[in-house]
């Protein structure tokens, strides 16, 4: 018996950003709940002190370098005598000097360096009269950061009910008064206001605070959204379009320690999450359902036009298009085998379970050709809502087996992933051939004998597209929770995995991105080498923009990164595979990237220009396995679309 759902507590002002976070957030994601509360940030004056030093002038150099490098040590008077100055410009710049305690006070003065003033003589440079200026430090306890900015942020009224009435917030501007000069410094520096750079002699000396803070309202929104690929509830607080995501995660740990009444804070009872949990999970799977009685009720129509004309039924193993053909038995395996083997860029398969008397080494042999020839797989499988709830989990033998194929370039070519809560099974192939039905693909238990199943290829461009969609949406979606979670903890391995699976949906571009925004130079060699797997394969242009902006990164790397062996590597057999299928663009970037490329030792001495490079690197296509298949690679539609 279904749970009857009620309306959802949203406020009326956030019906219209509801509807913008679910479509477009990933397929599966649900907004259950929304309200609008105010939080104060806490905002304070601070006064700071600031030394920074100034290029001495040559007098001042004089002056200092007799103090430095004088056997005898002279008074300002015999200073004067030996540079044939009036004594009284020596004694007036000797006086400023002393006044930034860069010269000793003597009674009899003399020429006499404090070891500040021999450090500052080193450094070019001598004290500037100290100087103050009014700042403003924030607090923010949903953002727990603290930091600076220069004008004060002004204050306003915001007619909300009060977030800190249903959660404690923390005075952290009480907390900022009593840190340490060096902690503040720290803090100072990280708000980029430019009134510490250590590095440049601009130091901070002191802080003084104002003894009052002042609360600065700002609104901000919470969710409660249900996500049915991983069967959960989350919170998620924004401001504006901004997530949040110290004051989600902190609200999240909340709520599931009870301390946070989702009732309370959002209306929201119990009853109403689980009609709704239970609604999304069960339109989750009727999709499929509906998608695949389509493709039945195609077969059908099919089948019945063949009868009434006279025609025969398509032998097996024809490529028109437009078709959907009824397998059975025996023609099953034999069909998604060859439909495999006919792969020139991507293979999907959602089976619920994985045996290995299926994953056998014939089966494993073949996958290994596919990634010869630069074909990425990925392989979900799952069909409880929870992991751990699986009674036929794979084998931990046939994971590491399936992992352990690997591209020319030694990435893993087949991503495996648990991802739960699906009853379909199915297949697409380079978003051309998708075949589904009720064979489990990778896990009939090696029976091989006639079961009476049924089996859909489809090469219908629209319906192949929709079970594409369908797919790519999740794996997409585990690679990004991956992408996140390996940032967080700087696991290289995970974040390996997500530029994989992005690589394999034809996301290079946004996995440049990412790479990017986490700053994670590290990984720039994987980004290579999953592009020179596309390149060989022929799925990327060579013209492609952000290729561009990927072999531009060479300039953030030095003569002593640890990787640099790495990177030699990648960027020599990505510009060799360019190559061999644009010369004139190799060139075009090796020119603009020239003298990066020989600092780094990426092009040696003996390559005296970018085309000598290109002669002893280019990739060549000589070499590049030939498919068994009938099919020509050359006669396929290339598809830029991302996944």
């Known amino acids: 018996m279904f749970l009857v759902s009620s309306p959802k507590p949203i406020d009326p002002q956030l019906q219209d950003f509801v509807q913008q976070i679910e479509k477009q957030s990933p397929a599966g994601i649900s907004v259950l709940a929304g309200r609008q509360f105010r939080y104060p940030l806490e905002q304070i004056s601070v006064e700071v002190t600031i030394s920074e030093p100034r290029k001495f002038n040559i007098l001042e150099e004089f002056i200092l370098r007799a103090g430095m490098e004088s056997e005898l040590i002279p008074t300002e008077n015999e200073l004067a005598a030996a540079l044939g100055l009036d004594p009284v410009f020596v004694q007036n710049t000797a006086k400023t000097l002393r006044s930034l305690e860069t010269l000793a006070w003597t009674s ?20 500037q009269p100290p100087q103050t200026k009014h700042i403003y430090a924030l607090a923010d306890p949903l953002q727990g950061n603290l930091f600076f900015v220069f004008s004060p942020v002004e204050a306003v009224e915001i007619d909300l009910p009060n977030f800190g009435d249903f959660i404690t917030l923390e005075n952290r501007c009480q907390e900022m008064s009593e840190l340490g000069l060096e902690e503040l410094q720290r803090i100072i520096q990280g ?9 440049d002699g601009k130091i901070i000396t002191a802080a003084f605070f104002t003894k009052e803070s002042q609360n600065i309202w700002q609104s901000v929104s919470i969710f409660v959204i249900f996500d049915a690929l991983e069967d959960a509830i989350k919170l998620q607080v924004r ?35 689980a009609a709704e949990r239970e609604q999304l999970l069960n339109q989750r799977n009727k999709e499929v359902e509906d998608r695949i009685k389509k493709i039945e009720q195609q077969a059908i129509e099919t089948v019945k036009e063949l009868r009434d004309t006279g025609k025969q039924v398509p032998p097996k193993g024809s490529q028109e298009k437009d078709q959907v053909i009824l397998l059975r038995d025996i023609q099953i395996r034999q069909s998604f085998l060859e439909t495999l083997r006919g792969g020139n860029h991507q293979v999907l398969i959602y089976s619920p379970w994985v045996s290995q008397e299926v994953v056998d080494n014939e089966f494993i042999q073949l996958l290994q050709n596919l990634a010869n020839r630069g074909v990425w797989v990925l392989i979900g499988h799952g069909i409880s809502r929870r992991q751990e709830n699986e009674t036929r989990p794979i084998p931990p033998q046939v994971e590491q087996k399936l992992r352990e194929i690997k591209t020319r370039e030694g990435l893993s070519a087949v991503q495996v992933f648990w991802l739960g809560n699906s009853h379909a099974k199915e297949v697409v192939v380079d978003r051309e051939v998708h075949l589904c039905g009720s064979h489990n693909w990778l896990s009939y238990r090696g029976d091989k004998l006639p079961r009476g199943e049924t089996v859909y290829k489809v090469t219908a461009t629209d319906k192949v597209e929709e079970a594409y969609d369908f797919l790519a949406v999740r794996f997409k979606d585990h690679a990004r929770k991956l992408w996140e979670l390996a940032v967080k903890n700087r696991n290289a391995n995970l974040a390996e995995t997500s530029l994989c699976t992005w690589g394999a949906l034809g996301m290079e571009e946004m996995a440049l991105n990412e790479l990017q925004l986490a700053n994670w130079l590290e990984l720039y060699p994987v980004w290579l080498n999953v592009v020179r797997q596309g390149l060989r394969a022929k799925k990327i242009s060579p013209d492609s923009p952000y290729l561009a902006t990927g072999i531009s990164m060479v300039s953030q790397f030095s003569e002593a990164d640890p990787n640099l062996e790495l990177l030699q590597s990648s960027l020599r057999q990505v510009m060799g595979a360019i190559s061999a299928l644009n010369r004139h663009q190799a060139l075009k970037l090796l020119n603009e990237h020239w003298s ?5 030792n990426i092009a040696d001495s003996a390559l005296v220009k970018p085309d000598d490079f290109l002669l002893k690197y280019v990739v060549r296509e000589l070499d590049r396995p030939q498919k068994t298949s009938g099919k020509k690679a050359s006669g396929k539609k290339n598809r830029s679309k991302q996944g």
């Open 239 to 273: 401001r504006g379009k901004q997530i949040l995501h110290y004051a989600s995660d902190l609200l999240d740990i909340f709520q599931s320690e009870g301390k946070v009444s989702l009732q309370t804070l959002l209306y929201l009872s119990d009853e109403t999450i």
């Open 108 to 127: 009899d003065a003399k020429i006499i360096l404090t070891p500040q003033g021999r450090q500052f003589y080193l450094e070019g440079s001598v004290p």
């Open 191 to 199: 708000s980029g206001l430019g009134l510490h750079v250590p590095e």
């Open 596 to 600: 990066q490329f020989r600092r780094l």
